[in-house]
């Protein structure tokens, strides 16, 4: 997902301020889910959304205001109620940051921890790297 570093995104250093990295990855993670399903919409019509429930972040290159930025999301680890994803932020093809979050899986409605159903499972399944023998 490519972005543009907005002014009143940076700090009185003139970098990006931190939390914003964040707010990054999550438009990334809308983006992923857009592809696989349509639509934020549509995946919670399987009865499924995802809450984060841990994000680490590793900085590696500031980011300044008017970078030209990428996102990339890579699916991690797909669990039976969870999945991790990995994201990498770069300007012009130098890492900046590195993200790990895991998702959990729940409700739509409760809000508690569930099992996706097999469709969903797949859509992120197919996104998944394939394992060396």
Do not use: W
């Not at 700090?11 to 809308?30: C, E, R």
């Not at 994000?55 to 999945?83: F, I």
């Not at 969903?120 to 399944?125: G, I, K, L, P």
């Amino acid at each position: 997902m490519p972005l543009r570093v907005r002014y009143h995104e940076c700090d009185g250093q003139g970098i990006v301020f931190n939390a914003h990295y964040l707010a990054y990855v999550d438009m990334a993670m809308f983006e992923a889910e857009k592809a696989l399903f349509g639509s934020h919409q549509e995946a919670l019509a399987h009865g499924i959304d995802v809450v984060v429930a841990e994000s680490t972040l590793r900085y590696r290159a500031p980011c300044r205001y008017d970078d030209e930025l990428v996102v990339a999301v890579y699916l991690n680890h797909l669990g039976t109620t969870s999945l991790i994803v990995d994201f990498e932020i770069t300007r012009d093809g130098h890492l900046c940051a590195e993200v790990k979050t895991r998702y959990v899986f729940v409700d739509p409605a409760t809000l508690t921890k569930a099992a996706p159903p097999a469709a969903v499972r797949e859509a992120y399944a197919a996104f998944q790297p394939a394992q060396a023998d």
